[in-house]
């Protein structure tokens, strides 16, 4: 398995009370998995998602990626790690408001500068072309996110998760704000991600998200009530 | 894909805050620049100010030299002209005769070798000038039935060591004959008229004004008549001499000098009043020459006050310089703190989402400290720029005498090279005070959690 957790538990401090968010999750994921995560709002999705993707360390239990402890890592040793394996789509997009809509696509590339995964300039950039093309934004490429749609800034979200080749991609809510045609684009996007060899993590809401997927679980109060290992459909 | 893109890209999409800083750093380096080049110039100007007055001051103490050493030639020509008027002062006599004699009778019995009129003109004597040897005889003129006192001279013999002077007395040649006053007017006498005396004809070359001594009753002839008339070939009863301007007890000096070389001879002095005339002139040089002594202390006395004035000047400034710079550094720094912190806030979901991307703290400090940098080196620059307008308008507004008008940026350079270093200097301390001033906020930046931010949504 290429992703696993084990027994993560993670319970947030400083309110009235303690909020458990994860209470002893265990979860694996394979390459070419597409898995979704429902749940009502709270249950702890995004923790849940924010820890797989090496954002929030866990309390306690172990979490691997590709045979490497995150956790165990340094902090900037686990954004490099980050920005080499995980992708991510998040349902607000977060572009970078300031940089063309090319160049938020290659800003994933800053992650691996210095490193011996560098991407050469030039093949960033032309991987980036192409994926805009894919996603039909080729003629945005020089636009700033203010100008794009909901759709066309998500899918130029999804591109920028591609662009460093992850493993894996984490998604939270991607279609939450997208029309039913983004969705699709999105959605489908994802599933080729699946079929050429990567791995997603779904949280959302959407019963058409969820069907795209291969498995879904489900999870209350930070628990999850479905079978942990999820196999490619 | 660079951070530098990214810095740019951020900088040109927030100008605002960008310019806000580069204006904090501006005003920042505009304050460096400006107080350092006013002190600066201060200094040269006070400088320049001191050459021009210790300069006034050599050429006013100049004027007041040469105006002693005038004062001094004139007296010189004054008093010779005033001992002219009223006849030699010293009397170098055989030792053997009465002074009385020449007192009660204004006649002279005894004499001595007329040779030692050279004998002292061929010494190195100092003490006197004028060296007149003559003959001098209160005796009956026949052919008129009056009293007179007969004075042969005949001429100054020079003194050899000596520049040669204009004589005091002219020399009274041969067949002719200078008369007193009272002799002239009692008897009706005209210049060029010709007169017996002893039976031997004389024209009256010369007719004397009043002088209110035994001159009025006085006639001069040629000394080597007057001796042939008196039976005196060769003798003389007297040297006349004029002293010279001893200091001290002048007449001891004389004696002590002329004793030396004519033995058996007596010095006196007459006509005291002239001598005290003198004397006072001699104060009055001395006078001036203490006024010149004055005008040097007063000179200094202003130089001394002009320095002062100019020293409290520079320390005011200074002290304004001393309070100004670091609260004007102090406020920038706390401005571009502030906006960097602003800055930060404002980026907060932008910070989040480039470390979800796997940014890491170092890159996440150098988009935020690159670009503090950045408004460090253009605030840096700019405010030399203006820095330097900036000082030379608070230099002519603080400093408005003439001098200070002339000194700008190029004069107070080549007067102080270390103007030259702050210019240079001040862009680099712009950098490192935007850099520092940003650090704490580029720290909150790096440290910031993502998943705080993207669980914010």
Known sequence: MWFKLEQVSKTYLGGDAPVPALREVSLQIDAGMFLAIRGPSGCGKSTLLLTAGTLLAPDQGDVVLGGERPYQMSGDARATFRGRHLGFVFQQFHLVPYLSVLDNVLAPTLALADTPAAIDPRVARDRGLELLDRFGLADRAGHTPARLSSGERQRCALARALLNQPRMLLADEPTGNLDSENA????????????????????????????????????????????????AK | MTLTHLIFREITHRKLNFLLAVMAVAIAALAIVAADLVVRRDAEVTRRIMVE??????????????????????????????????????????????????????????????????????????????????????????????????????????????????????????????????????LGFEVGQKVKFMDREFTISKLHPERGSSDDVTLWIDLGQAQE?????????????????????????????????????????????????????????????????????????????????????????????????????????????????????????????????????????????????????????????????????????????????????????????????????????????????????????????????????
């Open chain 1, 184 to 231: 699709e684009i999105v959605l489908a996007a994802m599933r080729d991600f699946v079929t050429s060899g990567g791995a997603v993590l779904l949280v959302t809401h959407d019963d058409r998200a969820a069907a795209a997927a291969d498995a879904t679980l489900w999870m209350n109060r930070g628990v999850l009530t479905q079978p942990e290992t999820v196999q």
């Open chain 2, 53 to 186: 007055k210790q300069s006034a001051t050599e050429a006013a103490i100049e004027e007041k030299v040469k105006a002693v050493a005038a004062a001094g030639a004139d007296l010189e020509d004054a008093i010779r002209l005033q001992m002219k008027g009223l006849g030699f002062n010293v009397l170098v006599l055989p030792e053997t005769q009465d002074a009385a004699e020449l007192h009660l009778k204004g006649s002279l019995t005894e004499t001595m070798p007329e040779s030692y009129a050279q004998k002292l003109a061929d010494s190195k004597i100092m003490t006197i000038n004028h060296l007149l040897p003559t003959v001098l005889k209160q005796m009956r003129w026949p052919e008129q039935d009056i009293d007179v006192v007969l004075y042969g001279t005949r001429g100054e013999v020079p003194l050899m060591h000596r520049d040669m002077k204009k004589p005091v007395l002219d020399a009274v040649k041969p067949g002719q004959m200078v008369v007193g006053h009272a002799i002239h007017t009692k």
């Open chain 2, 229 to 457: 008339i008196l039976g005196l070939q060769n003798l003389v009863h007297a040297i006349l001499a004029l002293e010279c301007e001893c200091a001290g007890d002048r007449i001891a000096q004389i004696r002590a000098e002329i004793s030396g070389i004519l033995p058996g001879t007596q010095v006196i002095e007459r006509y005291s009043q002239a001598l005290a005339r003198a004397e006072s002139r001699t104060k009055a040089k001395e006078v001036a020459e203490a006024s010149l002594a004055a005008e040097k202390l007063a000179g200094e006395a202003t130089l001394a006050r002009e320095l002062a004035s100019r020293t409290r000047l520079q320390r005011g400034h200074q002290q304004m310089a001393n309070f100004v710079l670091p609260l004007v550094l102090t406020l920038a720094a706390v401005a571009v703190g502030l906006l960097a912190y602003l800055n930060v806030r404002y980026r907060r979901e932008e910070i989040g989402i480039l470390r979800a991307l796997g940014l890491r703290t170092r890159q996440v400090m150098i988009v935020f400290l690159g670009k503090a940098a950045l408004s460090g080196v253009i605030g840096g620059v700019a405010g030399v720029v203006l820095g330097i307008g900036a000082g030379a308008v608070l230099g002519r507004l603080l400093d408005r005498t003439e001098v200070a008008s002339s000194v700008g940026l190029t004069e107070a350079l080549i007067a102080s090279p270390g103007l030259f270093v702050t210019l240079m200097a001040t862009p680099v301390l712009a950098v490192v005070l935007s850099t520092l001033s940003s650090w704490l906020a580029a720290t909150m930046a790096a440290s910031q959690d993502a998943a705080v931010v993207l669980q914010g949504e």
